[in-house]
């Protein structure tokens, strides 16, 4: 037996194995694959389960180094969209069959962002029968703020941990108060408390990033028992001070592996969450997603904010799908996703197995 078949089947995943795991080569990667898909098969299904992405803003308070809408890049125009045009874009994802949305933002807590987030969701749930999930991703909001979101139809929220060892996540965000590392492992703590669906993720490939700190990403999840991650490449972006290491990356081809590799090994380490095959794969490479999917995710979003303001949400360069109408994207997403051996569960939410789980063990 290889040793990647004694770890997975023995289920031995500690720190030391699973840096072995995301290293090796040849046929012990290959058998790696090969049991993520057949876990998803066996505890999620070959389902894949839409998002619509709708970008509402670009305006953020914050100032991560790697981030092309970060606040101190002056060459980016600010935008938010307006009402109908989110409502549209709600529309849309409701008739077409997605089953849910995720609304993205730059992060604010000013009290008319909190109040327009709170409007839009109350007009979303009364113009779609309540029949979408909705996730929201808006960086760190308080407790009261999560509670009145929550109320007005909001069911997951999407927050990314970005690097869970603290000296990394220090070297990519600035040393100040509304960058804390702490801050953000409370909100996700906040998040389960209010009873969300709770994901979170980090990026891969990250300048000063080891695979022991990925090791301990992916038992973070577990530790803290997560419903849904959504994880992918860095990228960087010119306007960023994180630019400057651009050197020192892993080649693109390796990075879109390891990113991949990490889907793979947290489908066999947590089974039944929700995995997003994330758009950074498909800059990296055309049939970026296809692979995760094939690897373990069952998770896409297409993006279907208007076009014209796409431009303005480069989180980082190369950004696939600037000048796709949402329908156009629908079709190509269809094809593909039949490509890669999976089906699409047109009308579905798509709840994470694994927050059912975590809720029937909360009420026992
Ligand atoms: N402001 C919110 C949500 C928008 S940013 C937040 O930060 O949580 C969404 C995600 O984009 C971030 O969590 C980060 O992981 C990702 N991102 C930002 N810049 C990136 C880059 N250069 N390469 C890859 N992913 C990036
Ligand atoms: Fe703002 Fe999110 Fe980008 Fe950080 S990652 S600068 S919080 S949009």
């Not at 927050?159 to 801050?183: C, G, M, T």
């Not at 669906?197 to 990250?206: C, D, S, W």
């Not at 498909?282 to 297409?302: F, Y």
């Amino acid at each position: 037996m290889n040793n990647a078949k004694y770890i997975i089947e023995k289920e031995l995943f500690d720190r030391d194995n699973l840096i072995y795991l995301l290293s090796v080569e040849g046929d012990e990667r290959q058998y790696i694959y090969q049991k993520a898909d057949e876990i998803k098969q066996k505890y999620v299904g070959n389902k894949v389960y839409f998002r619509g992405l709708i970008e509402f803003s670009n305006i953020c308070a914050k100032n991560c180094y790697y981030c092309g809408i970060r606040r101190g890049n002056g060459e980016v125009q600010r935008y938010y969209l307006n009402e109908e045009e989110v409502l549209q874009a709600a529309e849309f994802a409701w008739k077409e069959g997605y089953g849910s949305l995720v609304i993205q933002s730059g992060e604010r807590k000013d009290k008319w962002f909190v109040n327009q987030i709170t409007n839009l969701l109350e007009k979303i749930s009364d113009r779609t029968g309540e029949e979408l999930g909705i996730t929201l991703s808006m960086g760190e909001q308080t407790e009261e703020t999560f509670l009145r979101w929550k109320k007005a139809g909001a069911e997951r929220y999407l927050i990314r941990v970005e690097a869970f060892n603290p000296e990394l996540y220090h070297k990519i965000h600035p040393n100040d108060a509304i960058h804390s590392y702490q801050q953000r492992l409370e909100t996700l703590k906040l998040l389960q408390k209010t009873g969300y669906q709770t994901g979170t993720g980090v990026m891969i490939g990250l300048p000063f990033q080891t695979k022991s700190h990925l090791a301990d990403d992916l038992l973070f999840f577990k530790d803290f028992d997560i419903d849904m991650v959504g994880m992918g490449p860095y990228i960087e972006h010119e306007q960023t001070p994180l630019y400057q290491y651009k050197d020192q990356l892993l080649p693109k081809k390796e990075r879109l592996e390891l990113s991949i590799r990490m889907v793979a090994l947290l489908r066999i380490i947590m089974k039944d969450v929700n995995i997003a095959a994330t758009t950074a794969m498909q800059t990296l490479d055309p049939l970026g997603r296809e692979k995760a999917l094939k690897a373990g995710a069952n998770v896409m979003m297409p993006n279907i904010t208007p076009v014209r303001y796409r431009e303005g949400y480069l989180l980082y360069e190369n950004k696939p799908c600037l000048d796709e109408e949402a329908e156009d994207c629908k079709s190509c997403l269809e094809a593909r996703i039949h490509l890669a051996g999976g089906e699409i569960a047109w009308y579905k939410k798509g709840n994470p197995k694994h927050f059912h789980k975590r809720q029937q063990a909360n009420n026992n």
